[in-house]
């Protein structure tokens, strides 16, 4: 049996699609076997930000009303074999899933894969509820500010209430991965602290994703950042969340701009 993984954040943009991405294939170079689903109906991105877009024959809800089987449904990633993806429908409306024919799904994913991820739609409505259902563990992503970490904390109570494991009195793991920082505006103080992100949230922290054009990069060419640019800061630390995602106890290095600090440093020297 593998783990069913929920990627989710209460507020859009923050980067689920693309953190789904990167922890996938970054989990798939190891060489688990890992299913993406995507379970924004109507809004599919995931496809894209795999460069897939064209290989969508089959959907989501296409195997949920039995329209196609699993294996027509599943896309192969032609970069690395033990990873797959289950596009969302583009046509249809969230009502088209079903408990049901969702729990089903995940079940059968479950058998033959090392790692479902759950690429879950923003907002707290079906969609997110049911791509979180089934879940063993949540990632939930926020940006550190007080709008999206206000959303996550809302997410995290639906978490504890409306997943199978809640309904079971079992405690759903949970991780917080913290995206788009930004070392200097951090200094500034025009976001919130990593310490102040946790003490709100009180969830273990999974990783920082430092604020890199490489991320968007990746998503415009269809290739997670973790195999795009691999070297990339914010690769790194997609990769090191993954290894913590495994159970590595690897420690959470604080990402910083040297460039920044080198230039505050000699502009104060000169001044």
């Not at 922890?23 to 689903?37: D, N, S």
């Not at 946790?198 to 991320?215: K, Y």
Request: with cysteine; glycine share 8%.
């Amino acid at each position: 049996m593998g783990k069913v993984v929920v990627v989710t954040s209460g507020k859009g943009g923050v980067g689920k699609t693309t953190s789904t991405a990167a922890l996938g294939a970054a989990l798939a170079q190891t060489g688990k076997r890992v299913a993406l689903v995507d379970f924004d109906v109507g809004l599919r991105n995931l496809d894209l930000v795999m460069g897939a877009e064209r290989r969508v024959v089959f959907d989501l809800v296409n195997v949920i009303q039995g329209h196609a089987k699993l294996s027509q449904a599943l896309i192969r990633d032609k970069r690395i074999d033990t990873l797959f993806l289950l596009a969302a429908s583009q046509t249809r409306d969230k009502d088209a899933l079903t408990e049901e024919g969702v729990s089903e799904v995940i079940a059968r994913l479950n058998q033959v894969f090392d790692y479902v991820l759950c690429d879950s739609p923003a907002g707290i409505e079906r969609g997110a509820q049911l791509a979180m259902r089934f879940a063993d563990e949540a990632v939930i992503i926020t940006n550190p500010e007080v709008s999206s970490v206000r959303d996550s904390d809302r997410i995290i109570g639906l978490l504890d209430s409306k997943t199978m494991k809640a309904e079971r009195g079992e405690e759903l793991k949970k991780h917080v991965l913290v995206t788009r920082y930004d070392a200097e505006r951090a200094a500034r103080g025009e976001m919130l602290a990593i310490d102040d992100v946790l003490e709100i949230l009180s969830v273990p922290l999974l990783g920082i994703i430092p604020e890199s054009q490489g991320v968007l990069r990746a998503s415009n060419v269809g290739a997670p950042v973790t195999l795009n640019e691999p070297t990339n800061p914010a690769a790194k630390a997609y990769k090191d969340a993954a290894r913590r995602l495994e159970g590595e106890n690897l420690p959470v290095v604080l990402p910083f701009d040297k460039r920044g600090i080198f230039d505050r440093l000699f502009r104060r020297k000169a001044a």
